[in-house]
């Protein structure tokens, strides 16, 4: 009883962005308010990309190079209705590799959590040649109110939420095993993590 009609092809098909980088959901930093960035920066883009007096740019890339990175802060200055980026002050002597804040989405501004204001920060010690990636959830003077160490060695994928953060990846590499794949779910309010092997 049932008959079979042709269907329309469609004139374009969307195919998944296999290409998409990880980074897309990483940023260097933000306006922590309307009147403050804080960031993390080598220190070249320190010098040169985010010079004092320059226009506050939409967004702020994380540089692919793989450099030591420190904290800073800057009062954003506004004359004419022109925003100046900052003159920035480090924040300590800590050094970070792999430094960056998680974005609330793909090629979006940073995800910023309330109570109390903070972003999310990841990285590794600056000192380790491999290890896996730490994640802070800390303010715009550089305190941490958790640090909690995911356990992934190579980050795949970053689902942002301001409840519980999602993070895919491996372990860290161990000499002559394949690294396993793995779900982190984060709980941004205690840091408490819950990790899942993706591994059937």
């Known amino acids: 009883s049932f008959k079979a009609t042709p269907s329309t092809v469609p004139n374009r ?8 980088d990880v980074k897309d959901w990483l940023v260097a930093g933000g306006v922590f308010t309307p009147t403050e960035w804080f ?14 007096g320059e226009r506050l740019p939409t967004d702020f890339p994380v540089n692919p190079k793989t450099e030591s990175r420190h904290l800073y802060r800057g009062l954003i200055k506004t ?20 430094a960056a804040f998680i974005r609330s989405g793909r090629l979006k501004p940073w995800l910023q959590l309330a109570g109390p204001d903070s972003v999310l920060f990841t990285y590794r010690y600056a000192g380790q040649l491999s290890g896996s990636l730490l994640l802070e959830r800390i303010d715009s003077t550089g305190k941490a109110h958790w640090t909690t160490d995911t356990g992934i060695g190579t980050l795949r994928q970053v689902l942002p939420d301001t409840n519980v953060l999602a993070l895919v990846g491996e372990r860290s590499p161990v000499p002559n095993k394949v690294s396993e794949p793995i779900l982190v779910l984060v709980n941004t309010v205690t840091g408490a993590t819950n990790t899942v092997s993706l591994w059937r």
């Open 13 to 20: 098909i969307e195919w998944p962005n296999l290409s998409v």
């Open 39 to 52: 960031g993390a920066l080598g220190a070249k883009d320190a010098a040169d990309r985010y010079r004092a």
């Open 79 to 98: 004359e004419d209705n022109r925003s100046q980026f900052p003159t920035l002050e480090r924040l300590g002597t800590a050094e970070y590799r792999d």
